[in-house]
């Protein structure tokens, strides 16, 4: 997507007045608080599933449905990004994520709870592209693995203190008061970014392809859509409702890329994957996000299913591994800066998969203390590879390719978030299913679960395996 003469000079002038620390604290701030919403609710998938009278398969469409969301509208982000001005997105995406925050407050019952999401999930969808594209436009090469590595502390902080706050809030308060905690929050950070927004961005307003939005849409969603179907259990996978939306899902994209690479000006331009260190970065954090998100949703239900915790102290157990992450992110930054990613992300993806592999052992015996020496490990592993990767993919793309190399990413976390989260319920719930309990067993349910979680595990190894092999072929990228 080429820029004109005008559009870059107007940029180049405009640089000299952006203040760019404001600007990603505005950013960072908004990803925060959605991101605290979003995790702090997976504590409290169990007293939904008992309000609500449902099981784990339609609970975890609070996950999916979510993830579904950002599938489709992710992809729209680099022309959405050519199209509206800075401010323009991100007061459109604390609007939407304030609505989903007051109407899953009030949920009586669970559609209008995953409605909420729905909504919620468009405010995410708009920031997360713009943040990851801001920070490129406004920051110069040498100084992004520093500010990646300060988003990574703002957004996995999110995740540090949202299972423990949110389990205490459950426990004492219920989960709706989660929403309304957030609530002022987002108000003040709408008010916060009023004051210090500004508009950095270069409007193309290049074309709109009807056709290319609606291939988008199908394909993504078709394939967010199959896999969450597939959460209810092994056997579900070769029912019509789960093959159905993969194969219509992986057609639609087929034609999708083929419709942008015969484009001039495409809605996401494709050939972002021309740059080979960009493209093994996307599969580092795709099998990074599949494990992160998959054990965030493995673990609550383990802690507090297979070794009988309450929310609160499942969120204790959990905190010291999300608060090491979230600082951890700013010295891998600094590190990546200094010395590139492959001495980070090898080591990275060796931790993880060594930690995946010994939760495949997990038992209803296995003491908590172990369980948070072992969760604090595999996300200093995360923390090695998250940032490295993704900063060293998009140091490789050229300037007009910011908003596509951005949205690539960010939709392709979303796919594996998905496809992670149901997967990994899918193998649960079949393992929970095959579990013969053997004699003199106390607590067979809570067997059954950590049987189940034992067998999930295997999908963060084997994710990690792949990602460790991926890891040798990495190279630091070298921008003038």
């Given amino acids: 997507m080429g820029l004109s003469k005008q559009g870059l000079a107007a940029t180049s002038i405009e640089q000299t007045k952006?203040?760019?620390?404001?600007?990603?604290?505005?950013?960072?701030?908004?990803?925060?608080?959605?991101?605290?919403?979003?995790?702090?609710?997976?504590?409290?998938?169990?007293?939904?599933?008992?309000?609500?009278?449902?099981?784990?398969?339609?609970?975890?469409?609070l996950t999916t449905g979510y993830l579904l969301v950002l599938g489709i509208l992710v992809p729209v982000s680099a022309l959405l990004l050519q199209w509206f001005t800075t401010r323009q997105l991100f007061n459109a995406s604390l609007i939407f994520s304030i609505i989903g925050t007051i109407v899953a407050a009030l949920s009586p019952n669970f559609e209008p709870l995953l409605v909420a999401r729905v909504i919620q999930a468009i405010g995410t969808g708009l920031l997360l592209p713009l943040m990851t594209n801001v920070i490129l436009v406004i920051f110069p090469?040498?100084?992004?693995?520093?500010?990646?590595g300060l988003m990574g502390l703002v957004i996995m902080f999110a995740p540090a203190v949202g299972p423990t706050l949110s389990g205490f809030i459950v426990d004492r308060l219920g989960w709706q008061s989660i929403f309304w905690i957030s609530l002022p929050l987002l108000a003040l950070t709408f008010v916060f970014g009023l004051v210090y927004m500004q508009n950095v961005s270069t409007i193309t307003k290049p074309k709109i392809d009807i056709l290319s939005i609606i291939l988008s849409s199908i394909g993504f969603g078709g394939i967010v859509f199959g896999f969450s179907s597939a959460g209810e259990g092994a056997g579900s996978w070769g029912e019509p409702g789960v093959f159905i939306p993969i194969a219509i899902g992986a057609i639609a994209l087929v034609l999708f890329a083929v419709r942008q690479l015969r484009m001039k000006q495409p809605?996401?331009?494709?050939?972002?994957?021309?740059?080979?260190m960009f493209s093994i970065g996307?599969?580092?954090?795709?099998?990074?996000m599949m494990l992160i998100l998959s054990t965030s949703i493995l673990l609550p239900m383990y802690l507090k299913g297979g070794l009988l915790l309450t929310a609160f102290a499942a969120g204790l157990v959990l905190l010291p591994g999300g608060i090491i992450n979230g600082l951890m992110s700013p010295v891998t930054g600094r590190l990546f800066d200094k010395f590139g990613p492959k001495f980070l992300v090898i080591p990275?993806?060796?931790?993880?998969?060594?930690?995946?592999?010994?939760?495949?052992?997990?038992?209803?015996?296995?003491?908590?203390?172990?369980?948070?020496?072992?969760?604090?490990c595999i996300f200093i592993g995360v923390a090695m590879i998250m940032m490295p990767a993704q900063t060293n993919g998009l140091n490789q793309l050229p300037r007009a390719y910011y908003p596509d190399g951005s949205a690539v990413m960010n939709t392709l976390q979303q796919i594996a978030g998905a496809i992670g989260t149901a997967v990994a319920v899918s193998i649960m719930v079949a393992g929970q299913a095959s579990y013969v309990p053997s004699a003199g067993t106390t607590n067979p349910m809570a067997e059954a679960l950590t049987s189940g979680v034992q067998n999930a595990f295997m999908l963060a190894f084997v994710a990690s395996i792949i990602g460790l092999i991926a890891s040798f072929f990495?190279?630091?990228v070298n921008v003038k």
């Avoid at 090469?141 to 990646?148: A, D, F, I, T």
């Avoid at 809605?267 to 080979?276: A, D, H, I, S």
């Avoid at 993806?349 to 939760?359: D, G, K, P, V």
Wanted: charged letters at 10%.
């Fill in 18 to 61: 952006i203040r760019p620390i404001p600007i990603a604290v505005s950013l960072m701030i908004g990803a925060f608080i959605g991101l605290f919403s979003e995790t702090a609710l997976n504590m409290a998938f169990t007293n939904i599933m008992t309000d609500f009278h449902i099981d784990a398969h339609a609970v975890q469409w």
């Fill in 141 to 148: 090469p040498h100084k992004r693995g520093s500010v990646m």
């Fill in 267 to 276: 809605m996401l331009n494709l050939r972002v994957f021309k740059f080979p």
């Fill in 282 to 288: 996307v599969l580092m954090v795709f099998l990074c």
């Fill in 348 to 376: 990275g993806f060796i931790i993880t998969t060594i930690l995946s592999y010994l939760f495949t052992n997990v038992t209803t015996e296995t003491p908590q203390t172990t369980i948070i020496i072992m969760h604090t």
């Fill in 474 to 476: 990495i190279k630091r």
